[in-house]
């Protein structure tokens, strides 16, 4: 029997962990195929599991890591109980960070580096992904020596995946969109709209997010909604918000942001951005 309670296997930055409750209560009452431009951790994705879903991001390491996953889950979780064979320390981090590195480099997409991914992820700083211009990840170790994985919940993942038709792609956000029709559903969260000048975080690929993304993306939804394709986009508060997505359904909600290093600034306000009121 499929296991349908499944999580995010990956900690990422502007997850939407605590935002679940309040996505899932405006989510359309019915639509067709579901459509994730920017699918990050997947929070949503994998709350409701739908059975046919397009899924895409620009990183393609994040979509090997699913990819591997939806082929062989228990490959992935084989590689990695070979890396969690050695105690974990500072060194053998460092190590580890190198291995993957190398093989981001080599353009090896394959179960080692899914697993390599998802193991770094739970021992590097904050579980931040973050690259430099080369591409090459760079955040340090956070001296945990937890568990590594979830087993159970990586095979579930696994299970659902390739047991239902979901297309998993790497994309430019735009492109992703091309076969939506009318009645289907996109969900956009994309990086955030920094809060100032000097608060920009968009490194999660060497070529970033800029503003001029920012106002594509608005140029996008607004196309979309002319098609008759259900929208729901979660940002950043700021003025800009408001302006870019003008004339829609915009909705103030209050979040908790796990990937501030500072445990203080963990708190702020979201929209959730919306063409359709059912």
């Excluded at 082929?71 to 969690?84: A, F, G, M, P, Q």
Aim: with cysteine; net charge positive; glycine share 6%.
């Amino acid at each position: 029997m499929l296991r349908i309670e499944i999580n995010p296997f990956l900690k990422w930055a502007g997850g939407k962990g605590q935002l679940l409750g309040e996505l899932k209560a405006r989510l359309p009452k019915s639509y067709g195929n579901y459509f994730e431009p920017f699918i990050g951790g997947g929070a949503l994705f994998f709350s409701i599991h739908p059975p046919k879903a397009a899924i895409s991001d620009i990183n393609p390491q994040l979509i090997n890591a699913y990819r591997q996953l939806k082929k062989s889950s228990r490959s992935v979780i084989r590689e990695i109980r070979k890396i969690t064979s050695c105690e974990c320390d500072d060194k053998y981090y460092r190590e580890i960070r190198s291995r993957y590195n190398l093989k981001t480099e080599s353009g090896e997409l394959d179960s080692e580096c899914a697993a390599l991914m998802i193991w770094i992820n739970k021992h590097c700083f904050n579980g931040l992904y973050r690259v430099n211009s080369k591409g090459l990840f760079n955040v340090p170790y956070n001296n945990n020596r937890g568990k590594s994985i979830d087993e159970e919940n990586l095979a579930g993942i696994g299970r659902y995946l390739s047991s239902n038709d979901i297309q998993i792609k790497v994309k430019d956000f735009e492109k992703a969109c091309n076969k939506a029709k009318e009645g289907d559903f996109i969900y956009f969260d994309s990086p955030y709209l920094p809060e100032s000048d000097t608060a920009d975080f968009t490194d999660y690929t060497k070529e970033g997010f800029a503003m001029s993304d920012h106002e594509r993306l608005a140029r996008l939804f607004r196309k979309l909604d002319l098609k008759g394709i259900k929208l729901m986009l979660s940002n950043n508060d700021v003025p800009k918000a408001h302006e870019l997505y003008s004339g829609f359904l915009i909705e103030r909600i209050s979040a908790r942001r796990s990937i501030n290093s500072n445990a203080s600034k963990r708190t702020g306000k979201e929209v959730i951005i919306r063409n359709y009121s059912d």
